[in-house]
């Protein structure tokens, strides 16, 4: 899958598309179904200026995109001369996405219109033992999702999934998915895609984080920009002038995979050993922090609210989480030169103890630093760029099927 590609079309007389009247006016309702999209509720006179074509193509065209539910009218608008104006605007429940976030510890799903608006979602712990029981779980938590927004399984256009680890189409699995154990297995998201009953496509977990942030959240207007999403696992999104940055097999992003220096004593261990949630705990652990008594467990979100409270054990683990996170960040730094980090993901959450630790860390380790700042979507990050990835396959998809009976 490439998960950021422009909604765009051939135009008439491109090479290798035949000129022709109607896919002419197969474009021109695309303009306009596009210009309503983006800019919101329009008039036929306003749509006729804004695209330079006549008022009867812009009516015709308007016309037909109505009978094919993809314009509907939205008010009038009664200037203080002239006649009253007919308002336009995309329709947006001309079709749905689903955008599906797959972790170690929840399963996330959401069900969007066109316009992007969520109608449903779900957000459950994922208790699956098993692969296997894992997709069975994501799909029956999908068909609540959709049912809840009272919608049918055809109804749902296009699927994205975020997984942890790199999709290989070839293999038709994911690859480097340490934190989901059995999650490598050939067959497990056409397993997916066959309960939910459409097309599905999958994505690497930081990278639609990395769209979504871009699109919505902190990273927006940044020319270079990088989430690091830092929970069970560790990954990176980069994000380009607007584009994602996948690599040459789509692994991009793995920083986790980057060897620690090895410290006397110590076997070698990867950033994602030492900086992912079980680290924290680990090292928490190792300055003296017991676990809750009456849960019997330790976890990283306690560490964290508990180096919040002032326990010197907590704030010492939290510090040296820093300090891994510092590492990854120079070593992205030297290497991309990004003008912005964006710290997401479960840990990532806890920005507000992080940032200060990792900047004096980051201090000592690099020459460059770029600025960093917390996640603006925090757990939703992943799921909002699912979405947003999935409603640039179904936007066209819906036009072509929808205007294809009237041709």
């Known amino acids: 899958m490439s998960p950021h590609q422009p909604t765009t079309r051939p135009a008439a007389g491109a090479p290798g598309v035949p000129w022709n009247r109607q896919r002419l006016r197969s474009n021109n309702e695309w303009l306009l179904l596009e210009l309503l999209r983006t800019g919101g509720g329009s008039s036929r006179a306003q749509l006729a200026r804004d695209t330079g074509l006549s008022k009867p193509t812009v009516s015709a065209a308007l016309a037909e995109l109505e009978r094919a539910g993809l314009v509907r009218e939205a008010g009038t608008l009664a200037p203080e001369r002239g006649r009253t104006a007919v308002l336009y605007e995309a329709d947006p429940t001309a079709g749905y996405v689903l955008g599906v976030d797959i972790g170690r510890a929840r399963l996330r799903v959401a069900v969007a219109d066109l316009a992007g608006t969520v109608v449903a979602r779900r957000d459950v712990a994922n208790r699956g033992r098993s692969a296997n029981a894992v997709a069975d779980a994501v ?10 927004a009272g919608l049918a399984a055809g109804d749902i256009v296009h699927a994205v999934i975020g997984t942890p680890g790199v999709w290989d189409e070839r293999r038709r699995g994911v690859r480097y998915a340490s934190s989901l154990p ?37 990273g927006r207007g940044s020319r270079m920009f990088a989430y690091l999403l830092v929970g069970t696992g560790l990954g990176l999104g980069v994000v380009k002038d607007g584009e994602l940055l996948l690599g040459a097999h789509g692994a991009l992003g793995e920083i986790g995979l980057v060897p620690l220096p090895e410290q006397a004593g110590q076997p070698a261990a990867t950033i994602e050993q030492e900086a992912a949630a079980d680290a924290v705990v680990r090292v928490a652990r190792d300055f003296g922090l017991d676990g809750d008594p009456a849960a019997r467990q330790l976890t990283a979100k306690q560490v964290f609210e508990r180096a919040r409270s002032g326990e010197a054990a907590a704030v010492r683990a939290v510090e040296r989480e820093a ?17 912005l980090v964006v710290l997401g993901g479960g840990i990532g959450n806890s920005a507000d103890l992080l940032l200060e630790p ?31 990835t999935a409603l640039e396959t179904a936007r066209p998809e819906v036009f072509e099927r929808r205007t294809a009976g009237l041709r």
Request: proline share 5%.
């Open 358 to 388: 990792l900047e004096r860390a980051l201090h000592r380790l690099a020459p460059m630093r770029p600025t960093l700042a917390p996640s603006a979507l925090g757990e939703e990050a992943v799921l909002l760029g699912a979405v947003s």
């Open 182 to 218: 059995g999650w490598g297995r050939p067959g497990l998201f056409d397993r997916i895609g066959e309960g939910l009953g459409t097309a599905v496509s999958v994505a690497n977990d930081a990278n639609l984080a990395a769209l979504g942030e871009y699109t919505r959240g902190a």
């Open 139 to 148: 799909v029956a938590t999908a068909h609540e999702a959709i049912a809840e």
């Open 323 to 339: 300090e891994r996170l510092a590492y990854a960040v120079a070593v992205l730094s030297a290497v991309l030169d990004p003008d």
